[in-house]
Nanobody
């Protein structure tokens, strides 16, 4: 069964970096967009970044200039490079394929 799988989360100090990975989201022929969402405690899930099959990227204002979404050439893995992390970036991060398939999420905690 196709279900995105996230990896790379963890605990990092403010100002630090993490790279999240998303795999197992389907074949290159079926995918048209991959997105990263996040949900902090007590808050709604929000879009962080997305990348279309054609390579168009989109970012939430809160992460522009700090996060970068990109993929490998074979469309096997989509990455979310997160730099200059802030405590408010603390959340469970989810990978989503085609606005339909969700991963189980991975915790990112930014704290000193």
């Amino acid at each position: 069964q196709v279900q995105p799988v996230e990896s790379g989360g963890g605990l990092v100090q403010p100002g630090g970096s993490l790279r999240l990975s998303c795999t197992n989201f389907g074949s290159i022929f079926s995918i048209y967009i991959i997105s990263w969402y996040r949900q902090a405690p007590g808050k709604q899930r929000e879009l962080v970044a997305s990348i279309s099959k054609g390579g168009t990227t989109n970012y939430a204002d809160s992460v522009k200039g700090r996060f970068t979404i990109y993929r490998d050439n074979a469309w096997n893995t989509v990455y979310l490079q997160m730099n200059s992390l802030k405590p408010e970036d603390t959340a469970v991060y989810y990978c989503n394929a085609n606005y339909n398939l969700w991963g189980q999420g991975i915790q990112v905690t930014v704290s000193s």
